[in-house]
């Protein structure tokens, strides 16, 4: 979508809301229903667990709910309309949701909370690495390619105009998604001041899981002979990795919309699976195997399995209703680990 047809679509989705007056309240205690919406299913569950009984009540929308990652999503008028008129809006607040910033420019409901997952980061947020081995990363734009090919590839990436790149990935470390919480549910008071202990209540008893499974994840991150993983995809686990002291080499750094490995990346990493011992090959949740398996081809034992982790970042509104929650989806990743580095 160009820009200019996405600020048309802005002015439109304004001026709507606009003439309708549809603006919810943001005060709870008068009885109005809370607004929320949220873009990615991490954020949306972390909502759905810190609101507790008074999920039912809320106006809790889901953006990202058809399957579409961040990466990939434009959003749509109805889309728009929602964020403008909202009394809290939760975003991921990096390259892939810049969208974002001109949706709260026009908002019409002045009152809005807001919950950017990167600036809650802070000093916190990582660059994006590139790692030896890694494909160069041309999802920006074509003409940068001959100064990405000039890169040391041992340095984190940045863009041909010197700006830091960030790796969004946030959602993926337990203890980045307790700092995360405890905004939400500080905006959550703010909004509906009469159930504040409920929502720090909540909060307590859902950081305690948090913490169950992070210490979890750390014991088994301390006990693994083998503590580098490789990645037959991109790789979106930094946050995760720096929690436990794991190592990796992948194809494609974890913003990448690059799908082809070259014969040289693919030949490093069969290399590095060689090297490492290890008998398992890593992708996301929304790979095709197709990498991964050409790896383990080059190998020299040719006989190790194909793992998935989930990134968390295509979950649908049907897995959702259906039982998915961020805690359950990383439970998945430690089962999955715990059978991968034994």
């Not at 009984?53 to 961040?70: I, K, M, N, P």
């Not at 909202?86 to 390259?95: K, W």
């Not at 504040?196 to 950081?207: H, R, S």
């Amino acid at each position: 979508m160009s820009k200019k047809m996405f600020s048309l679509m802005l002015c439109a989705s304004f001026a709507a809301a606009a003439l309708t007056g549809c603006v919810p309240g943001t005060d709870a205690n008068a009885g109005e229903r809370l607004s929320i919406v949220c873009t990615i299913f991490p954020e949306y569950d972390w909502v759905r667990q810190l609101l507790g009984d008074r999920a039912a009540q809320t106006e809790l929308t889901y953006l990202l709910d058809s399957g579409v990652d961040l990466h990939n999503y434009q959003p749509t008028a109805v889309d728009i309309a929602k964020i403008a008129e909202c009394d809290l809006f939760v975003y991921v607040g990096g390259e892939s949701d810049e969208w974002a910033e001109d949706a709260l420019a026009g908002a019409v409901n002045k009152e809005m909370q807001v919950v950017s997952l990167m600036d809650v980061m802070g000093d916190a947020a990582k660059e994006e690495e590139v790692k030896e081995g890694m494909e160069h990363d041309h999802d920006h734009d074509d003409e940068d390619h001959d100064e990405h090919d000039d890169h040391d590839h041992d340095h984190d990436h940045d863009h041909e105009d010197g700006e830091v790149e960030y790796d969004e990935h946030v959602w993926l470390s337990l203890r980045n998604a307790k700092l995360l919480c405890t905004e939400i549910a500080e905006k959550l008071c703010i909004l509906d001041s009469a159930n504040a202990a409920d929502y720090k209540a909540n909060l307590n008893a859902y950081t305690a899981q948090l913490d169950k499974l992070d210490g979890d994840f750390k014991a088994l991150a301390d006990s693994a002979k083998q503590k580098t993983l490789v990645f037959g995809d991109r790789f979106p686990f930094r946050y995760f990795a720096d929690d436990y002291g794991l190592d990796y080499y992948a194809a494609f750094v974890g913003c990448s919309a690059e799908t082809e490995a070259s014969f040289e990346t693919i030949v490093f990493l069969a290399g590095k699976t060689d090297e490492l011992g290890c008998d398992t090959v890593f992708t996301i949740e929304t790979s095709d195997g197709k990498i991964a398996q050409t790896i383990i081809d080059n190998t020299k034992a040719k006989n190790q399995k194909i793992a998935v982790l989930d990134s968390l970042q295509s979950v649908t509104r049907d897995r959702a209703a259906g039982g998915d929650t961020y805690l359950s989806l990383m439970q998945k990743n430690y089962d999955t680990l715990k059978d991968a580095l034994k």
